[in-house]
């Protein structure tokens, strides 16, 4: 079955930079998404189609992509940003849809 | 605004079953893919299954190949997730979720808790 690589957590300081990179053989040719979610709530999509922000999504979320590794960055990191994030794609054949295991970023 | 709705959750014996629903407003239903994707408590999201938008294809995640069964009736702007033989790996929330149109999720329900416990 296909998957996606995160790292388990990244720990950044405020307005810091925090970089989150998710990988997987089909990511050049399947978009990705990424999504926030805080305890005991359903997950919020920050970043669609690889680099597009849903409107109300603030500005310091980004998106970007590179052969088979693609990456949020959050830059200005603030405390309200602490949560667990979220890669998720498809595979080859765009039938199924696979999750990275979750990134808990946490702000010092 | 979109809005979707779960129910049918609960605490339920192993080996028993439950059917899952969801009600979708804000939307055409009957253009959209929906999904079901679960989360174990403290564990990360696992997605579920699909069903097109005329219900013609589905499709499963390995680990509940031939136990689930998706459907949906557009009539009703409802989706539906029969869960059978459950067991403790089962145990989470289940959210409903509104396909993008690509092969993402923008909308997601509330969720609700399946426990299988004896």
């Known amino acids: 079955s296909y998957e996606l690589t995160q790292p388990p957590s990244v720990s950044v300081s405020p307005g810091q930079t925090a970089r989150i990179t998710c990988s997987g053989d089909t990511l050049p040719k399947q978009y990705a998404y990424w999504y926030q979610q805080k305890p005991g709530q359903a997950p919020v999509v920050v970043i669609y189609k690889d680099n597009e922000r849903p409107s109300g999504i603030p500005e310091r979320f980004s998106g970007s992509s590179s052969g088979t590794t693609v990456t949020l960055t959050i830059s200005g990191v603030q405390a309200e940003d602490e949560g667990d994030y979220y890669c998720?794609?498809?595979?080859?054949?765009?039938?199924?849809?696979?999750f990275g295991g979750g990134t808990k970023v946490t702000v010092l | 605004q979109v809005q979707l709705v779960e129910s049918g959750g609960g605490v339920v014996q192993p080996g028993r079953s439950l059917r899952l629903s969801c009600a979708a407003s804000?939307?055409?239903?009957?253009?959209?893919?929906m999904h079901w994707v679960r989360q174990p408590p403290g564990k990360g999201l696992e997605w579920v299954a699909v069903?097109?938008?005329?219900?013609?294809?589905?499709y499963y995640a390995d680990s509940v190949q031939g136990r689930f069964s998706i459907s949906r009736d557009n009539s009703k702007s409802t989706l539906y997730l029969q869960v059978n033989s459950l067991g403790a790996e089962d145990t989470a929330v289940y959210y409903c979720?509104?396909?993008?149109?690509?092969?993402?999720?923008?909308?997601w329900g509330q969720g609700t808790l399946v426990s299988v416990s004896s």
């Open positions: 979720v509104k396909d993008d149109g690509e092969f993402g999720f923008i909308y």
């Open positions: 804000g939307f055409t239903f009957s253009s959209y893919a």
């Open positions: 069903i097109s938008y005329d219900g013609g294809n589905k």
């Open positions: 998720q794609s498809a595979d080859s054949s765009g039938t199924h849809r696979v």
